[in-house]
């Protein structure tokens, strides 16, 4: 798998992250850049962690799966971000209030449930011809940069970016998993 491609999931994967960061900055009464940067740095493990444990969960089946691994891949990424645009065309009202307050706790679910698509990336990652440890990191990576630059447009814009960066991520996700098909049955070389 190219570089390109495992960033474009990387992206992707980290959308949900950005947008709950946008959120976040958009709820603080005065930027602070020590919870920006602990925002981030959880989200980018949590994302970064959960890959390698659905990789090691998939690598673990691999070989019952390698004859339809390709279509698991499509249909694991298409339900991602199926889900990921549905969740953004579907999003509630914003309720929370504005606080200088960092809830640890709070955070910690946070990140755990953004990173539910990143386990089931790892699943999928397992059947693909990828080094884990340079995916995990480039996820990991990622997603920390664009949480912590979440975090400072929310603060300084507001959360209109969030939609469409939910969007982004679904369309990119679906988008990668039709290309795993199309290379596999020889449609693309």
Do not use: C
């Not at 994967?13 to 020590?34: C, E, I, P, Q, Y």
Request: aromatic content about 10%.
């Amino acid at each position: 798998m190219s570089f390109w491609a495992l960033f474009l999931i990387a992206l992707g994967v980290s959308a949900d992250a950005f947008a709950v960061a946008l959120g976040k900055g958009l709820h603080m009464t005065r930027f602070n850049a020590r919870h920006a940067v602990v925002i981030a740095v959880t989200f980018g493990a949590f994302q970064a962690l959960m890959p390698l444990l659905g990789w090691l969960l998939g690598s673990t089946f691999a070989q019952y799966i390698a004859p339809f691994d390709h279509w698991v891949a499509f249909g694991l990424l298409a339900l991602i971000g199926g889900k990921m645009l549905y969740e953004a065309f579907s999003s509630s009202e914003d309720d929370e209030k504005d606080t200088d307050r960092l809830n640890l706790r709070e955070l910690a679910v946070l990140a755990i449930a953004t990173s539910i698509d990143a386990l089931a990336v790892g699943v999928t990652l397992a059947f693909l011809p990828v080094s884990i440890g340079w995916a995990i990191l480039l996820i990991g990576v990622t997603t920390t940069v664009l949480t912590f630059v979440g975090v400072l447009v929310g603060r300084r814009v507001g959360a209109r970016f969030g939609k469409p960066a939910e969007i982004a991520g679904g369309v990119i996700l679906i988008l990668i998993g039709v290309n795993i098909v199309l290379e596999h049955t020889g449609v693309l070389g």
